[in-house]
């Protein structure tokens, strides 16, 4: 099967990316201490670049000293980041033809930090880690907002191609637009419009900031998978109102750190078995795709098979495929499909990436012990000899 949409060019806004491969932002840890971007980051983001894929979305950037997972989590709260993230922009430039996004986020609910008590719309208990949110203010609210955009203004500056907010998994931006996370009554919560505000607030006054040409994009939830929680209904609804405000595409996503832990029935596949379990928020992209108004849709979920994902972009489903796990794995996967090789991702989708991140920088624990059984038969080859 030839890949011939899949290795196809196409834009995001007027930003023309080389395939339809983006790398989807997770949390890599290898920021210096307190969020600069130095050499260990710069090297990550170097070998996706060099390995051929067309969108490398980074990990989440904190908008605030509050909203940060780690201290090894990148920062864009202060002009003083902007040098490191401007290495990391150009290194990625000069060795491919890739694009760059920021992605910028806030732990909200699910913040853990020692120093800054997690924040959400509502005081509701996060039942992962047990704790207790402050109700922002509604001032709070609003200089929340001029975080986001003044960050991703120095994404802008810092010569990012594009900005996505993270709105899904949890994190503050998610917590407004679900009603298990958000039971306020003033202008920031109660109907789906009031509770889309706060996005469609950051994207407009983002936009007066920055080149009517940089594209804003979003990492959507689109249901949370609890009782009580966001539906697929109405994150429909939600992405609607998201698509008529400017975002140049969305990816859409769902579930929660709780859901992860505690449902796992309710959540979508995470350990993938068999091919069933592939590309599993394609049903999801099927009803987005009819209302995205020339904005793109990126799909996120499972996707593994190159003649899989040639199939929904001819079949019109989505415009771009998202993965991480697999190019944990094999950060070159994109070439190795486009020189021919057409066997699926190696990713055994273990999920053990993601406990990694815990207390080291992200990586596949499959593909580093590979690379101890090599340098080990390597020395006893040296050794023998």
């Known amino acids: 099967m030839v890949l011939d949409i899949l290795f196809s060019a196409e834009n995001i806004g007027t930003v023309q990316i080389k395939n339809r491969i983006v790398r989807s932002a997770t949390f890599s840890r290898r920021a210096e201490r307190y969020g600069k971007v130095g050499e260990e980051m710069i090297n990550?983001?170097?070998?996706?670049?060099?390995?051929?894929?067309?969108?490398?979305?980074?990990?989440?950037?904190?908008?605030?000293?509050?909203?940060?997972?780690?201290?090894?989590?990148?920062?864009?709260?202060?002009?003083?980041?902007?040098?490191?993230?401007?290495?990391?922009?150009?290194?990625?430039?000069?060795?491919?033809?890739?694009?760059?996004?920021?992605?910028?986020?806030?732990?909200?609910?699910?913040g853990t930090h020692p120093k800054y008590p997690p924040i959400a719309p509502s005081s509701v208990k996060d039942n992962m880690t047990g704790l207790i949110p402050r109700e922002m203010t509604t001032e709070e609210i609003k200089q929340m907002i001029e975080k986001f955009v003044n960050a991703g203004y120095r994404a802008y500056v810092a010569g990012y191609d594009m900005v996505q907010l993270h709105a899904a998994h949890g994190y503050l931006l998610s917590n407004f637009i679900s009603p298990y996370t958000n039971k306020r009554t003033d202008e920031f919560g109660g109907s789906i419009e009031n509770m889309t505000r706060i996005l469609v607030m950051i994207h407009d006054q983002l936009r007066e900031k920055t080149d009517k040409n940089f594209p804003i994009i979003i990492k959507l939830q689109t249901q949370d998978f609890v009782n009580g929680g966001l539906t697929l209904d109405n994150g429909i609804k939600i992405a609607n109102i998201v698509i008529k405000t400017g975002f140049k595409a969305i990816e859409p996503s769902g579930g929660i750190a709780e859901t992860q832990i505690g449902t796992k029935d309710a959540y979508p596949s995470k350990i993938i078995k068999t091919r069933d379990d592939e590309n599993y928020f394609l049903p999801v992209a099927k009803q987005l795709k009819p209302l995205m108004k020339g904005n793109k849709l990126i799909l996120v979920g499972g996707i593994k098979n190159p003649q899989s994902a040639e199939k929904i972009l001819k079949n019109k489903h989505a415009d771009f495929i998202s993965m991480s796990r697999p190019l944990l794995y094999e950060p070159d996967l994109p070439k190795r499909w486009q020189s021919g090789d057409l066997t699926p991702a190696k990713c055994i989708s273990c999920n053990q990436c993601y406990l990694s991140m815990l207390t080291a920088p992200t990586h596949c624990l499959v593909r580093k012990k590979l690379e101890r059984k090599k340098e080990r038969k390597l020395k006893e080859k040296f050794t023998r000899r």
């Open 44 to 110: 990550f983001y170097q070998e996706l670049a060099a390995g051929g894929t067309g969108l490398i979305i980074t990990g989440f950037i904190s908008v605030d000293a509050s909203g940060t997972i780690s201290p090894f989590q990148a920062r864009l709260d202060d002009d003083s980041y902007i040098s490191g993230h401007r290495n990391l922009v150009e290194t990625v430039h000069n060795i491919s033809d890739a694009k760059i996004a920021a992605q910028i986020a806030h732990t909200g609910k699910q």
